[in-house]
T-cell receptor, first 116, second 115 residues
Framework: AQKVTQAQTEISVVEKEDVTLDCVYE???????LFWYKQPPSGELVFLIR??????QNEISGRYSWNFQKSTSSFNFTITASQVVDSAVYFC?????????????FGQGTTLQVKP | DARVTQTPRHKVTEMGQEVTMRCQPI?????VFWYRQTMMQGLELLAY????????DSGMPKDRFSAEMPDATLATLKIQPSEPRDSAVYFC?????????????FGPGTRLTVL
């Protein structure tokens, strides 16, 4: 079965703190893609990053970084020096299968609150 | 800046009424997805189309929901009759399936309230 687990329901930090959002996935497929989306209070879903199952290189984009570890089936997301504008719900998602139809299975989301 | 558009953005209706939500995918995209977001279930896939053909609607209650693509520029999701438990945000997403990776771009969603 395919599944994405975000064990942290809510996280609250003070501005400038670093914060890591955890994501654990389950799949039997060898080809799959992992994603992070941000959903700010306005409600839209904003794409942040995609990784494929063959590329375990960590990625950094500004204050954002991602740690993909197949050995632990995890794809964690770290925000460095958090800002109030980072307050949102963050979703980890999995797309699987060699045909890669693009169907996404989402985790339950982690609500991040960054206080000034 | 190409975007997925959805109408209406908000809809309040009474139980038993028909609801139709519309989505205009990004021009050139050949896959369309409908997702529903609720507090209890989170984000779940309802249906998806490739080249206007429905490929998977296993997540959709068949007795009251229907999804169609009358043409390449329009996807519809219809609920008849609507029930209070259908209250949710419905997202449409589109992508280009060219045999490789298929990134999805999400619309702003339709917030449905069924009284």
């Amino acid at each position: 079965a395919q599944k994405v687990t975000q064990a942290q329901t809510e996280i609250s930090v003070v501005e400038k703190e670093d914060v890591t959002l955890d994501c654990v996935y389950e799949t039997r497929d060898t080809t799959y893609y992992l994603f992070w989306y941000k959903q700010p209070p306005s409600g839209e879903l904003v794409f942040l990053i995609r990784r494929n199952s063959f590329d375990e290189q960590n990625e950094i984009s500004g204050r954002y970084s991602w740690n993909f570890q197949k050995s632990t089936s995890s794809f964690n997301f770290t925000i460095t020096a958090s800002q109030v504008v980072d307050s949102a719900v963050y979703f980890c998602a999995l797309s699987y299968g060699s045909s890669n139809t693009g169907k996404l299975i989402f985790g339950q989301g982690t609500t991040l609150q960054v206080k000034p | 800046d190409a975007r997925v558009t959805q109408t209406p953005r908000h809809k309040v209706t009474e139980m038993g009424q028909e609801v139709t939500m519309r989505c205009q995918p990004i021009l050139g995209h050949n896959t369309v997805f409908w997702y529903r977001q609720t507090m209890m279930q989170g984000l779940e896939l309802l249906a998806y189309f490739r080249n206007r053909a429905p490929l998977d609607d296993s997540g959709m209650p068949k007795d009251r929901f229907s999804a169609e693509m009358p043409d390449a520029t329009l996807a519809t999701l219809k609920i008849q009759p609507s029930e209070p438990r259908d209250s949710a945000v419905y997202f449409c997403a589109s992508g280009r399936d060219s045999g490789g990776y298929n990134e999805q771009f999400f619309g702003p969603g339709t917030r449905l309230t069924v009284l």
